[in-house]
């Protein structure tokens, strides 16, 4: 064998360091990572949701919801799109799922027309992750390709029809889909409408997230609806909670029966992404307990009291958390697959 000179292995180690880190790199998520694969991506991504939001502004709340259930059940890889199969059940089955879990057709549109302009190199979990950003925007940027550049222009403007009037945030990308799902983890990882503010803490603790960020996503409670049986344990059995508010929502939920009537979770301004949540739960009129329990005379009161006042406080501590969020054990680089669909593994 040859002899390598001193010079020689500084050349080959620094070249071995330069391809771990170009490798490191590459599994990163980051905001561009579909600049040169499908440039349209995101413009794409934006038109569908926009238009679903158009048609039913409670569409709105519900990927948002869908986003969080994902990324909370093993990390933000799509699990929570796939329909069960011979070999799991789907998480959409779990108690907090079943019945109240929305938006899969929204998705499912999304991807379908972003395979059809890049097939394959888009993933569910991204697609996800996007359309709950553009959910809660309230000034979109339309897109436009430059036929010289190949690149996109962007240019904002405010679409009254499809806006919430939220915050908004730049989405990292480059997530990849799982091929299985789990039921008994979502039962285990997704917080239930009836926990306590202990409890809340703690799960979130365990996803990274601190109780700000547990307050600051609860606030996404600002839009959206519950169904009945989530909470008229609250309004007929709780004693924290404002008498002519719980009175009001019996008319529209019976003790018995009537289990899926629903009630919009910010009754003041009900599609409108604003820091109304927050002054709600100051009045003791949260709809579920689990909203409740954070402004209770708990450790979370001050920051409720807080975004109560500002709503850019909220506004950009929603958007700092929901990057958070999106964070949570990603799959990258050639790990796992990018779905042909979003509801069944390729």
């Known amino acids: 064998m040859g002899s390598y000179s001193t010079g020689h292995i500084a050349t080959l180690l620094m070249i071995l360091l330069c391809s771990m880190l170009l490798l490191c790199e590459g599994h990163q998520l980051r905001s561009n990572f579909y600049d040169s694969s499908c440039p349209n991506a995101l413009s794409t991504i934006r038109t569908a949701i926009r238009t679903a939001i158009s048609a039913e502004r409670r569409m709105g709340a519900s990927l948002i919801r869908l986003h969080f259930h994902d990324c909370f059940v093993n990390g933000c890889d799509a699990s929570l799109l796939l329909d069960s199969t011979s070999s799991f059940e789907s998480e959409q089955n779990a108690i907090q ?12 549109k999304a991807k379908s027309r972003v395979e059809s302009i890049c ?25 436009f390709l430059d036929k010289k550049s190949n690149r996109e222009i962007k240019t904002d403007v405010e679409i009254n029809s499809a806006q919430l009037g939220g915050p908004s945030w730049t989405v990292k990308l480059g997530r990849r889909d799982s091929a299985t799902a789990s039921k008994s983890e979502a039962e285990r ?18 996803k990274g997230l601190s109780a700000k960020d547990l307050v600051a996503l609860s606030g996404a409670h600002t839009i ?69 329990v954070l402004f209770n005379g708990g450790s979370t009161d001050e920051i409720v009291r807080s975004y109560s006042k500002s709503r850019s406080a909220f506004y950009l501590d929603f ?11 990603p799959l990258t680089g050639s790990a796992r697959q990018i779905r042909a669909r979003c509801s069944v593994p390729n």
Do not use: W
């Open 119 to 143: 097939p394959g190199v888009v993933s569910c979990a991204d697609i996800l992750a996007v359309a709950a950003r553009d959910s809660s925007v309230k000034d979109f940027s339309l897109v």
């Open 224 to 292: 959206g609806q519950a169904q009945c049986f989530t909470f008229r344990d609250r309004i007929y059995n709780h004693t924290n909670i404002d008498s002519g508010f719980a009175r009001k929502r019996r008319n529209h939920c019976p003790s018995n029966g009537g289990d899926s009537k629903l009630a919009p979770l910010d009754l003041v301004t009900p599609n409108s992404f604003d820091n109304n949540y927050f002054k709600i739960l100051m009045e003791k009129k949260g709809l579920l307990e689990s909203d409740q």
């Open 189 to 206: 990882e997704l917080p239930l409408f009836t926990a306590p503010l202990d409890s809340l803490i703690s799960l979130f603790r365990r």
């Open 97 to 108: 799922n079943i019945g109240s879990a929305r938006g899969f057709q929204v998705i499912e």
């Open 319 to 329: 958007a700092e958390a929901m990057v958070k969020m999106g964070d949570i054990e």
